[in-house]
């Protein structure tokens, strides 16, 4: 028997005091507030009282410990998937309303459907689906948990949903240490819930485009 339901996790509040695009960049990790969001989000899913038979993290630092209290609350240590990591992006390491406001940067904005600044979103979108029907097939039973970014749960949905993978990275349903929560039927996946169980007010969140 395969899992029974999947959930896209995205981590927490990062310590970004330089508000910069992070992206792939090493050593940024969770904020204090990001450490309890992070809490929030597995209290959630425990709260669901289903099983957990697997937990997948991104490799990077922000999304390891972010699986942390789905380790100490389900037992479990997460398998990082490199599949389920942030695109890349010719802005990491900046800020965005100064690189947009310089001229050499615009080059990058000229295809915003595929996206010209960073990985295309096909892309991200197979790379996702295929870590996530894995992990599915992988799994005896329970849950599956995967600890991932915005941009690529966004995409996932998107996809899912049959919408355009072009949007505005402003209008994101994809709040931190949000869930998102999908069934495989057949081999057609579908979305069945949507959550926001941590408290974000005062967040710092401009770590993706």
């Given amino acids: 028997m395969p899992a029974d339901r999947l959930h ?6 990062v310590h970004n005091p330089r508000r910069v695009l992070y992206g792939r960049l090493p050593g940024f990790g969770l904020s204090a507030d990001g ?3 992070a809490r929030q989000a597995a209290e959630y899913v425990q709260g669901l009282e289903r099983a957990v038979g697997a937990l997948i993290a991104s490799p990077l630092q922000r999304t390891r410990e972010s699986a942390e209290p789905f380790t100490e609350l389900f037992g479990m240590d997460p398998v990082i ?10 802005f990491e390491g ?3 309303s100064r690189a947009l406001a310089n001229p050499a940067s615009w080059r990058y904005l000229a295809r915003p459907e595929i996206p010209s600044w960073g990985e295309p979103y096909a892309q991200v979108v197979t790379r996702m689906q295929d870590a996530m029907s894995e992990a599915w097939h992988r799994t005896d039973s329970g849950d599956v948990v995967i600890v991932s970014h915005q941009l690529p749960i966004w995409v ?3 996809a899912v949903a049959g919408l355009p ?6 209008r994101r349903r994809c709040a931190l240490s949000s ?4 069934e495989l039927v057949g081999d057609v996946w579908r979305e069945t819930d949507y959550a926001e169980p941590a408290s974000t007010e005062g967040a710092v969140d401009v770590g993706a485009v």
């Fill in 8 to 13: 896209l996790v995205r981590h927490g509040e």
């Fill in 35 to 37: 450490r309890r969001m």
């Fill in 81 to 90: 998937d490199e599949r389920v990591i942030e695109p890349t992006n010719v």
């Fill in 94 to 96: 900046k800020r965005m």
């Fill in 156 to 158: 996932t949905h998107l």
């Fill in 165 to 170: 993978a072009r949007h505005d990275p402003r």
């Fill in 179 to 182: 869930v998102t929560s999908f």
